[in-house]
């Protein structure tokens, strides 16, 4: 019978997504039996990343440093936005590596039904960043239909702006989320983005 | 013949029911709640969807059964090719999952519309005539569904977009214009192609019920009366000039789902709503065959008509023998009595159905 301790464990890793009741009693049986190597190796990693986690002031990821590794990498191309609903959504499209220049999270899509209105939205830091000079925005909503819709309100808003609005042609399944996509399937979306309509 | 070797485990009041040596014709004959309905379901569920019934998957388990059912079936394909085994199985354990398999492997439900279509006509629906105007718009969009493959998730943009809509036309703050622009041009979008969708069923659907017609068989007319533009750019303006009295009213007034399917009698120019009884159901046993007829493309089809000779008199009943005997798929029909079958007993199967148990006769 194990501890109060070590059900507590099993049962935080359980709900990491992946993970289930069995698979977190597994990864706690591994730990415990590497207490001396595993066990204090995973700590160390969860305790940096918890000191250093910091949402990046330009773009909104999530990342240990502040702008995050892709604002402040000298050989992104910063004229280029690529805007996205989610972190999850950065990150699986940056995973691809075919996009070689920044992005911005928006924090979710507009749904009148969910109560997500503009102003729940990272919208202001985007115009600034377009009105402080910028190509090409390209818009990598999710193929839903509050992706799409917010995607739409996003070029009427930046109509005015001397900037190359483009959609990523992602051609998803319907309530498909950017995230699930294959990198293959992502890079031909991405290499078909298409002028917004 | 299409479906046999059929096998029913605890399903509703069925036990452990086969059914072997299946005809063109199959009758389930028996007296009020024997099990004759529970039969045609459970065929219904070797089609994607929710069955003919409508059910959740947990009403179906027998009751004081172990908790899941089985349905399996062997179809010999319409051209001829190696039989195919179809099933659908639902485990005690997971009673709200559906699990498909095609020749023993698992497959998404989808994968049986590959093989068969499966149509109905159940006495819940002898109202729909007389019913509201959405009882008709759905029915509409389920038959368009087998013959415009994207429909479904069509109308679930539409009516995510049309709830989005309605929302900020009825909240307290006036609503964001450029949010409205963007839902306008997403209802606009899939809105016209929802019309279109309808139109070309419609216009297919009476040239079908044209060809078929005969004399002794009513033939309904069908035609649609939208409300508001159908065309994506005239839509999407119409709306946007409505915003004043939609958002009086709070909610969004033009577009799809407020078209109606108005049916009248061809050649009375009566509508269907005021036709007899006994019109009202040839009417619909009509536009279930000329659906059949577009619907089935290649695949073996199963038509599974509830309680269809109550109703019609006997020369009607003799008109639609002689057209289900031309129109080439397997039949389903139920009765209390036998008689009203007479003409086609030579080449039907008949089945004594009683407390869920099946008998050959
Ligand atoms: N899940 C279930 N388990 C057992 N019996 C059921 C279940 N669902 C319905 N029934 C029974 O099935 C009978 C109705 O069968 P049905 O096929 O509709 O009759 P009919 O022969 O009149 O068409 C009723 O007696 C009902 O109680
Ligand atoms: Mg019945
Ligand atoms: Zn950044």
């Not at chain 1, 995973?95 to 109560?115: M, N, Q, Y």
């Not at chain 2, 033939?219 to 303006?237: K, S, V, Y």
Request: aromatic residues 4%.
């Amino acid at each position: 019978m194990a501890s109060q301790e070590i059900e507590t464990l099993a049962s935080a890793l359980a709900r990491l997504p992946g993970l289930g009741p069995r698979s977190a009693r597994r990864a706690v049986l591994h730990l415990v039996k590497k207490r001396e190597t595993a066990l204090p190796a995973l700590l160390d990693a969860l305790l940096s990343v918890q000191d250093t986690l910091e949402e990046c002031r330009i773009c909104g990821n999530v990342d240990t440093q502040d702008p995050c590794g892709i604002c402040s990498d000298p050989r992104r191309d910063a004229k280029s936005i690529c805007v996205v609903e989610d972190v999850a959504d950065l990150w699986a499209l940056d995973r691809a590596k075919l996009f070689s220049g920044t992005f911005h999270v928006l924090g979710g899509r507009l749904s009148a039904l969910d109560g997500v209105r503009p102003e729940d939205l990272a919208i202001p830091g985007l115009l600034a960043r377009v009105e402080a000079g910028v190509d090409e925005v390209v818009l990598a909503m999710n193929a839903t239909l509050e992706g799409q819709t917010t995607a739409h309100y996003l070029a009427e808003r930046l109509e005015d702006f001397p900037v190359r609005i483009t959609q990523l042609a992602h051609g998803l399944p319907v309530g498909g989320e950017l995230d699930y996509l294959d990198e293959g399937t992502l890079a031909q979306a991405l290499r078909a983005r298409r002028p917004l309509g | 013949m299409a479906l046999d070797r059929i096998s029913i485990l605890d399903f509703r009041n069925h036990r452990q029911t086969a059914l072997e040596d299946t005809a063109r014709f199959n009758l389930l004959v028996g007296a009020n709640g024997a099990g004759k309905t529970n039969v045609l379901e459970a065929l219904s569920l070797l089609a994607p969807g929710r069955g003919l019934r409508r059910a959740k998957l947990p009403e179906m388990a027998r009751i004081d059964g172990p908790g899941g059912f089985t349905v399996a079936a062997r179809l010999q394909p319409a051209d001829g090719a190696e039989p195919v085994q179809l099933g659908t199985v639902v485990d005690a354990a997971q009673p709200n999952r559906r699990r498909v398999r095609v020749n023993g492997a698992e497959r998404s439900a989808l994968g049986l519309s590959e093989w068969l279509s499966v149509r109905w006509l159940t006495p819940a629906m002898d109202g729909l005539f007389t019913d509201s105007a959405g009882a008709r718009r759905r029915y509409l969009d389920r038959l368009a569904l087998a013959t415009a493959p994207g429909h479904a998730a069509l109308s679930n943009r539409y009516e995510t977009a049309l709830r989005n809509r309605n929302r900020l036309l009825s909240d307290d703050a006036p609503p964001d214009p450029q949010w409205l622009d963007a839902l306008e041009a997403q209802l606009a979008e899939h809105g016209a192609a929802i019309a279109a969708n309808r139109r070309a069923l419609v216009e297919e659907l009476n040239r079908e019920l044209e060809a078929q017609a005969d004399a002794l068989f009513p033939r309904p007319l069908l035609a649609i009366e939208p409300t508001g533009p159908e065309e994506r750019a005239a839509l999407a303006e119409a709306l946007r000039g409505n915003r004043r009295t939609e958002r009086r009213a709070g909610r969004t007034l033009i577009g799809p789902h407020r078209a109606e399917l108005a049916v009248t009698l061809a050649d009375k120019g009566v509508p269907a709503a005021r036709a007899s009884t006994g019109e009202q159901k040839a009417m619909l046993i009509a536009i279930t065959l000329a659906h059949g007829a577009l619907a089935t493309r290649g695949r073996a089809g199963l038509l599974l008509l509830d309680e269809v000779a109550a109703h019609l008199d006997p020369q009607r009943r003799e008109a639609l023998f002689a057209r289900l005997a031309a129109n080439g798929e397997q039949v389903w029909m139920t009765g209390t009595e036998r008689t009203p079958f007479d003409p086609i007993l030579p080449d039907a199967a008949v089945w004594d159905v009683s407390g869920g148990s099946l008998r050959r006769i």
